[in-house]
């Protein structure tokens, strides 16, 4: 690698062609930053509103990349050159970063490029065939991405990807393999949609190579690799915006696509694929999604439990008919139905009222029009404003029941500030407040929604303890390709701190009885991938997903960047685990034909239990 940079700096310094090579160097920033240089010849790869791109001939080196952005906004100079031209140039060397996204990683390019001279036209372009010519590595994205759970490590942003001389490593590291790439055209074949489009309609893709963790729509889930750190998928990269002014049509998760052949580059906190062209879809998966095959059992000690995040449901959204059909024809009816995000009566209207006894009807009625079945309902009633999201939503979790099924033992509800405890009577357990919040004036529930918890009679006249969860969300995470390494995880330390208040809570049931029956179920907004924030769990509890033997890439209620994720999660006490569990994810909403068919972001999840 020295070799190389040394021959560039020989090839400068004398009346020879600059290579783009030679300027983008083995390196993740270019050791001619701010520099001007002279004579820089390349190939003119491909033009865009706002630059055009230049390659070396050869691009047989696996680490350097051979291209690089032009940047020009003038009519003037994008005219003066055509692809397949070669042209010689002198330019500045510029690491650019918009001052507004200081952690985004640099792109290298060549800004103020004057003495524009085309050599020769008409020469024929030859992208990178990935996949064929190289291929990105599968498991990690940085080499300081270096702690037990891998990009999922805390604490975060221990140090900074983009230093001075950071040696490129693409056999192994995503970010180094895109960087590798910067500037390229590339082509990637036979892609793959990762989920649907984002807002400016770009998507993420994955194509024909040696992806790894692939689940059975097509998609990428985050799961443990091989060596037990957990897989971020490097192996993806989104498409943006096609350069010749044509539009990205909607998408959805396993869309196939003719080859799209593009030019790599860094933008708003990601490797984008910049494709030449819209890419055309050639197959699309089957778009109707089969209800979940687990049913109601009938048997007293068997019981069906389902979980769902409604997205911020207020009484008139217009997604609650197909919330309620998804309950009842899709997870078909649960016995008790952890729900998050009701919002109040006023939906996101900022009144002060904070009942949801209206949203809560609507539902029930609603799924009652589908199934015949009226489920009765339980919730805690926040203070106003004190729980976070969506601003005046008082989002809040609730229980559905079959009262038919299950009873809610006796106890009187508990507000939002008192906090339930478990208390034993002739050797049977229930709850001081039935239903109840978990120490809710603790600290680690400031923001965020406090755990719903009831204790249930079931037809076997068994106790069953359900806690519903809503933790602190994501927002204000940073990129994962970003500058920041590992990467800043929003909210991990409170959602660790919640995790240990549900389980000092847990611990008091199991102190008690060490059998009991305990699901606690919600979104936890964390991957179990992150085990720093479960260790609490360890021993005590184990996701259904694992005690019913899921295959590990179908655990996912969640799509967000390239990732199929599970945020949506149900722990069942080793009690329950010990004796067989059930559990499917519905995926009604991320397997839909475009992201206006869902009518939550998450989808939801059913599973059976047996409780004695
Ligand atoms: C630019 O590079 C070419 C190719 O090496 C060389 O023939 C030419 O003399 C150089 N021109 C200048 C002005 O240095
Ligand atoms: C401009 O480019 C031409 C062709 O490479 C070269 O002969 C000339 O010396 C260059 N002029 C400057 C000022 O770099
Ligand atoms: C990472 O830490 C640096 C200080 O070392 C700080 O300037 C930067 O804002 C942090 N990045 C993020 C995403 O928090
Ligand atoms: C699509 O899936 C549905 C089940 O959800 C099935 O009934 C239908 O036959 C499938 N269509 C095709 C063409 O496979
Ligand atoms: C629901 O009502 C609110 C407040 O009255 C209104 O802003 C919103 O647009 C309504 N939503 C729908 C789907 O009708
Ligand atoms: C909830 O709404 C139902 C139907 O509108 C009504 O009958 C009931 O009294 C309300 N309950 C409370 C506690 O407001």
């Known amino acids: 690698m020295y070799t190389l940079v040394l021959g560039a700096l020989y090839l400068i310094s004398t009346a020879y062609a600059t290579t783009i090579g030679s300027i983008q160097g083995p390196t993740f920033l270019s050791a001619y930053d701010g520099q001007t240089l002279t004579n820089i010849t390349g190939f003119v790869t491909v033009k865009g509103s706002s630059a055009f791109w230049l390659a070396d001939e050869k691009f047989d080196d696996q680490v350097i990349s051979t291209g690089i952005t032009v940047f020009s906004t003038s009519p003037a100079v994008l005219g003066s050159v055509q692809v397949g031209d070669l042209v010689?140039?002198?330019?500045?060397?510029?690491?650019?970063?918009?001052?507004?996204?200081?952690?985004?990683?640099?792109?290298?390019?060549?800004?103020?490029?004057?003495?524009?001279?085309?050599?020769?036209?008409?020469?024929?372009?030859?992208?990178?065939?990935?996949?064929?010519?190289?291929?990105?590595?599968?498991?990690?994205?940085?080499?300081?991405?270096?702690?037990?759970?891998?990009?999922?490590?805390?604490?975060?942003?221990?140090?900074?990807?983009?230093?001075?001389?950071?040696?490129?490593?693409?056999?192994?590291?995503?970010?180094?393999?895109?960087?590798?790439?910067?500037?390229?055209?590339v082509t990637i074949p036979t892609p793959i949609s990762l989920g649907f489009n984002n807002f400016f309609k770009e998507f993420w893709v994955r194509g024909d190579w040696g992806a790894t963790s692939i689940n059975s729509r097509g998609g990428l889930t985050i799961t443990f690799g091989p060596d037990g750190i957990p897989d971020a998928n490097p192996e993806a990269i989104i498409v943006g915006t096609p350069l010749d002014g044509t539009e990205n049509v909607p998408t959805a998760l396993g869309n196939v696509y003719e080859d799209i052949t593009g030019v790599i580059t860094f933008q708003f906190g990601f490797y984008y694929?910049?494709?030449?062209?819209?890419?055309?879809?050639?197959?699309?998966?089957?778009?109707?999604?089969?209800?979940?095959?687990?049913?109601?059992?009938?048997?007293?000690n068997v019981i069906t439990v389902g979980d769902y995040n409604v997205e911020n449901m207020a009484p008139n959204s217009s997604h609650?008919?197909?919330?309620?059909?998804?309950?009842?024809?899709?997870?078909?009816?649960?016995?008790?139905?952890f729900i998050q995000e009701i919002q109040d009566d006023s939906g996101p209207t900022d009144d002060g009222i904070v009942s949801a006894n209206l949203t809560l009807t609507t539902l029930v009625n609603a799924i009652q029009e589908e199934s015949g079945i009226l489920y009765s309902f339980i919730n805690i009633d926040p203070i106003d404003k004190q729980d976070g999201g969506q601003p005046g939503g008082n989002i809040r979790q609730a229980f559905l029941y079959r009262a038919e099924r299950v009873k809610l033992l006796p106890g009187t509800p508990g507000g939002a500030l008192d906090s339930t405890s478990v208390r034993e009577d002739g050797g049977m357990l229930s709850l001081t407040l039935n239903p109840g919040r978990i120490d809710p004036t603790n600290v680690a529930w400031t923001r965020s929604r406090k755990p719903l918890v009831a204790a249930w009679e079931t037809p076997s006249g068994d106790t069953l303890f359900t806690i519903n969860v809503h933790f602190s969300s994501k927002d204000r995470s940073s990129s994962t390709q970003g500058d920041a390494r590992p990467f800043v995880n929003g909210a991990v330390d409170q959602r660790t701190q919640q995790v240990k208040v549900a389980t000092d809570f847990i611990n008091s049931i199991l102190v008690l009885n060490k059998d009991a029956n305990i699901v606690i179920a919600g979104d936890f907004n964390e991957f179990v991938q992150t085990r720093s924030v479960y260790a609490p769990f360890d021993g005590l509890l184990a996701e259904i997903d694992e005690s019913s033997g899921l295959d590990p890439v179908e655990r996912y209620t969640y799509i967000f960047d390239q990732n199929c994720q599970q945020l949506d999660h149900i722990f069942v006490s080793n009690a329950i685990a010990g004796r067989g569990t059930l559990v499917e994810h519905v995926h009604v909403n991320n397997w839909g034909s475009d992201i206006n068919t869902r009518a939550s972001d998450h989808d939801p999840t059913v599973a059976r239990i047996i409780v004695s």
């Not at 197959?283 to 687990?294: D, E, K, L, R």
């Open 88 to 185: 010689s140039l002198n330019a500045k060397v510029s690491e650019f970063r918009p001052a507004s996204r200081p952690n985004d990683l640099h792109l290298t390019e060549l800004v103020s490029p004057t003495n524009i001279t085309v050599l020769s036209s008409g020469n024929p372009i030859v992208p990178i065939v990935l996949g064929r010519d190289r291929s990105p590595p599968t498991q990690y994205l940085s080499s300081l991405d270096s702690g037990p759970d891998g990009f999922l490590s805390v604490p975060a942003n221990q140090s900074l990807q983009d230093m001075p001389d950071r040696q490129l490593q693409p056999a192994s590291y995503g970010l180094d393999f895109w960087e590798s790439l910067e500037g390229q055209v």
């Open 320 to 337: 609650v008919p197909a919330v309620a059909n998804h309950i009842a024809k899709y997870l078909n009816m649960p016995d008790i139905t």
């Open 273 to 300: 694929v910049l494709p030449f062209t819209a890419p055309k879809v050639i197959s699309s998966p089957n778009f109707s999604v089969p209800p979940s095959a687990i049913g109601p059992s009938g048997a007293g």
